[in-house]
T-cell receptor, first 112, second 112 residues
Framework: DAGVTQSPTHLIKTRGQQVTLRCSPK?????VSWYQQALGQGPQFIFQ???????QRGNFPDRFSGHQFPNYSSELNVNALWLGDSALYLC???????????FGPGTRLLVL | EDQVTQSPEALRLQEGESSSLNCSYT??????LFWYRQDPGKGPEFLFT???AGEEKEKERLKATLTKKESFLHITAPKPEDSATYLC?????????????FGTGTLLAVQP
């Protein structure tokens, strides 16, 4: 049973650039949530996708956007990167209203 | 505002020395409380879900309990492989999604 997968594992960008991160949910799951985890902090909710629509957004600017595809996989896009965007980006999947979310290994983004 | 506070921030134990981690929460209506384990540079690994006060769950050397204001993660006779950051998160009723609100975690180090 494949778990949540994310790509790439690591990424280095410079300020002002744009980045796209990818996530495939656990088999049987249809809901994808994205979180940002700064060093030494707990994950912070960015947004959630269900049925290819953004259902809720956390306290993140419009530079952060996403997409969900018909096969339930998802992308997170960040425009106009700045140093403070350096973090571990986590994808979590769940099934509809079921509460438990399962996380992927994350993508480590470093902005120079 | 929904909030999660974990203590202590860091804990060092000798192998076999039992202890407890605390998670205090403030939430408008608790839908679920979650414990995750996170190894350095990796995604959180799901451990337990608790739904109502008085509920307990166990897995190997770990036992999670829940009251109306806090949760405890008890670690009995820990081993070095239990070393990790333990994250607590809550879900609240009333939102459009099942987003998780995390604490900052407790970094556990178990020395042989």
């Amino acid at each position: 049973d494949a778990g949540v997968t994310q790509s790439p594992t690591h990424l280095i960008k410079t300020r002002g650039q744009q980045v796209t991160l990818r996530c495939s949910p656990k088999s049987g799951h249809d809901t994808v949530s994205w979180y940002q985890q700064a060093l030494g902090q707990g994950p912070q909710f960015i947004f959630q996708y269900y049925e290819e629509e953004e259902r809720q957004r956390g306290n993140f600017p419009d530079r952060f956007s996403g997409h969900q595809f018909p096969n339930y996989s998802s992308e997170l896009n960040v425009n106009a990167l700045w140093l403070g965007d350096s973090a571990l980006y986590l994808c979590a999947s769940s099934y509809r209203g079921q509460e438990t979310q399962y996380f992927g290994p994350g993508t480590r983004l470093l902005v120079l | 505002e929904d909030q999660v506070t974990q203590s202590p921030e860091a804990l060092r134990l000798q192998e076999g020395e039992s202890s407890s981690l605390n998670c205090s929460y403030t939430v408008s209506g608790l839908r679920g409380l979650f414990w995750y384990r996170q190894d350095p540079g990796k995604g959180p690994e799901f451990l337990f879900t608790l739904y109502s006060a008085g509920e307990e769950k166990e897995k190997e050397r770990l036992k999670a309990t829940l009251t109306k204001k806090e949760s405890f993660l008890h670690i009995t006779a820990p081993k070095p492989e239990d070393s990790a950051t333990y994250l607590c998160a809550v879900q609240a009723y009333g939102g459009a999604t099942n987003k998780l609100i995390f604490g900052t975690g407790t970094l556990l180090a178990v020395q042989p």
